[in-house]
T-cell receptor, first 119, second 114 residues
Framework: AQKVTQAQTEISVVEKEDVTLDCVYETRDTTYYLFWYKQPPSGELVFLIRRNSFDEQNEISGRYSWNFQKSTSSFNFTITASQVVDSAVYFC????????????????FGKGTKLSVIP | DVKVTQSSRYLVKRTGEKVFLECVQD?????MFWYRQDPGLGLRLIYFSYDVKMKEKGDIPEGYSVSREKKERFSLILESASTNQTSMYLC?????????????FGPGTRLLVL
């Protein structure tokens, strides 16, 4: 069974600080996909990034960066120079193939990290 | 642009009522999903559908049923609502039935069962 652990339940930072959100996963699959989503107070989950297990290059998108370490089964998310608009719950998720043939799959989500950025 | 809509943002129902939650996507996606989200538990999959009239149970299907009569619409049904079904319900869709496909979420429905 797959598992995604986000050990940080809540984090508070002062605006302009950098913050890293941790994500550790467990899977027996050799091919898998990892995702990060943002859930602002409005409730809708917003897709941020997808990473496959064969691509260990770090990714940067503006103030956001992601560090994928297959050796430690981690996919951490860093926000540089945080802003109040970054306040949200962030979810890490792992894609799992349920069975072959139909090829159905599902996402296993971590329990989320609530980030509060204080002005 | 990706668009998933849910029929209600907030819903209040009484115990024993039959409740319908509707989800519509306009992206011609094959896959559709229903999750519930509870504090401290994250998102848990209730049901999903990979084609019209097809459905598969997720992790917590008890007390729920679903219907997918048209490709763009996926309904979640609470046959007899109970207080422990008070939750945030999120619908999602993805283009193809492949594990690398990104799921896109609707705004959610906050259901309160009294």
């Amino acid at each position: 069974a797959q598992k995604v652990t986000q050990a940080q339940t809540e984090i508070s930072v002062v605006e302009k600080e950098d913050v890293t959100l941790d994500c550790v996963y467990e899977t027996r699959d050799t091919t898998y996909y990892l995702f990060w989503y943002k859930q602002p107070p409005s409730g809708e989950l917003v897709f941020l990034i997808r990473r496959n297990s064969f691509d260990e290059q770090n990714e940067i998108s503006g103030r956001y960066s992601w560090n994928f370490q297959k050796s430690t089964s981690s996919f951490n998310f860093t926000i540089t120079a945080s802003q109040v608009v970054d306040s949200a719950v962030y979810f890490c998720a792992l894609s799992e193939t349920l069975y072959s043939g139909a090829g159905s799959y599902q996402l296993t989500f971590g329990k989320g990290t609530k980030l509060s950025v204080i002005p | 642009d990706v668009k998933v809509t849910q029929s209600s943002r907030y819903l209040v129902k009484r115990t024993g009522e039959k409740v319908f939650l509707e989800c519509v996507q306009d992206m011609d996606h094959e896959n559709m999903f229903w999750y519930r989200q509870d504090p401290g538990l994250g998102l848990r999959l209730i049901y999903f559908s990979y084609d019209v009239k097809m459905k598969e149970k997720g992790d917590i299907p008890e007390g729920y049923s679903v219907s997918r009569e048209k490709k763009e619409r996926f309904s979640l049904i609470l046959e007899s609502a109970s207080t422990n079904q008070t939750s945030m319900y999120l619908c999602a869709s993805s283009l193809l039935v492949r594990e690398e496909e990104t799921q896109y979420f609707g705004p959610g429905t906050r259901l309160l069962v009294l």
